[in-house]
């Protein structure tokens, strides 16, 4: 059994996926800029990596601005769980979500990831511990099936189990992950997208607080999902388009309309990113993030080489690239 969890905010109509290599917190703070209500995740945090890294704050910081944040961990071992639920806890994070749906061959060999789906009372053992060391939100992002476990009953039984365990969202990437055959980049494009899958589960399980996830990619289809479902995930599109998610607060969350250029994001940043400069001496960490803000403006590429370039070799300085965007800004972008 799991405890309750006390006062619990599962209901995000709008949230930014977990994707490894991307969602770090420099670009979580970009995001914010753009939404300040969306959920946020984290990248992917193996349990066992956490525990046994003596670098923990590596894995763990985030800054202020980023809240609401969950924090996805991967693992299949509930000893483990006990202990990353506490620090996810302590390290103030507002949710913890378990990973069900990585197919790499590395994840699969732990047996973690999109196999869990093949282990619910498992993976339901996982939940609790979250759950009872936490007393946060615990939500699950899930496939549709893995290989031949493809059936709806079982995609359904598998929820229920977790349910009973006490997860409090369900994440459904509506397609199947095949873990024989596919890499990871292939087993988000291949398999088929089955909404029509996710929306059985939901109206099997009105009760149930079901997320959809794949292949948004503007906010008109955002509207239309949300009609049927508790939210939607948004992963590809919100990195390499950020800003085509600026109206998530007017649209979604009923908030006052807010002009959201690419010049004013990074006029925003520069004291955030003046102060990494200082303590790291580099800001490619941040301005990789920064150079899908300039899509579709004329000078883009001009403008993405020169801080790429600059930015690698460390020779950026922070007064380039406020110049830099005050010359967005005097283009109207
Ligand atoms: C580069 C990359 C890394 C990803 N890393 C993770 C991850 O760490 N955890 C996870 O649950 N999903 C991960 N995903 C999957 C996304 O969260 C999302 O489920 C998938 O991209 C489908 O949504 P989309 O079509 O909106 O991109 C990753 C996706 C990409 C593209």
Not at 251 to 270: P, T
Request: proline share 4%; aromatic share 8%; net charge positive.
């Amino acid at each position: 059994m799991f405890n309750n969890t006390n006062s619990i905010d599962i209901f995000h109509k709008i949230s930014i996926a977990p994707m490894m290599d991307c969602t770090d917190k420099h670009f979580r703070m970009l995001m914010r800029q753009i939404s300040s209500e969306a959920l946020l995740y984290t990248e992917m945090i193996v349990a066992q990596s956490l525990v046994f890294s003596n670098q923990k704050a590596k894995f763990l910081d985030f800054n202020e601005e980023e809240h609401p944040i969950a924090i996805q961990f991967g693992g299949d071992d509930p000893q483990l769980f006990k202990e990353v639920a506490k620090m996810a806890k302590d390290w103030g994070y507002d949710e913890i979500n378990l990973n069900v749906g990585c197919p790499s061959p590395r994840v699969s060999a732990g047996n973690f990831g999109a196999s869990l789906m093949n282990s619910p009372y498992k993976t339901a053992k996982c939940i609790e511990a979250l759950k009872n060391h936490s007393n946060l939100p615990v939500t699950v992002k899930h496939r549709i099936g893995v290989d031949n476990n493809d059936s709806f009953f079982n995609l359904n039984q598998f929820v229920r189990t977790l349910d009973l365990a006490g997860a409090d969202r369900f994440t459904v990437h509506a397609r199947k992950a095949i873990l024989k055959g596919l890499n990871p980049k292939d087993n988000r494009s291949i398999p088929p997208l089955r909404y029509d899958i996710v929306t059985q589960l939901k109206e099997v399980n009105p009760n149930l607080t079901i997320e959809i996830n794949g292949g948004f990619t503007n906010i008109e289809q955002c509207t239309n999902a949300l009609k049927k479902f508790d939210g939607v995930m948004i992963g590809r599109s919100a990195y390499k388009h950020p800003l085509r998610w600026s109206l998530i607060d007017e649209k979604f969350y009923g908030k006052e309309k807010k002009i959201i250029k690419a010049s004013s994001i990074i006029l925003d940043l520069i004291p955030y990113i003046e102060k990494h400069i200082e303590k790291y001496g580099s800001s490619w960490e941040i301005c990789k993030h920064l150079i899908n803000l300039v899509e579709s403006i004329p000078m883009a590429k001009k403008w993405r080489n020169k801080i790429t370039s600059k930015s690698i070799k460390k020779e950026l300085k922070i007064d380039d690239l406020s110049c830099s965007a005050k010359e967005l800004k005097n283009l109207g972008f």
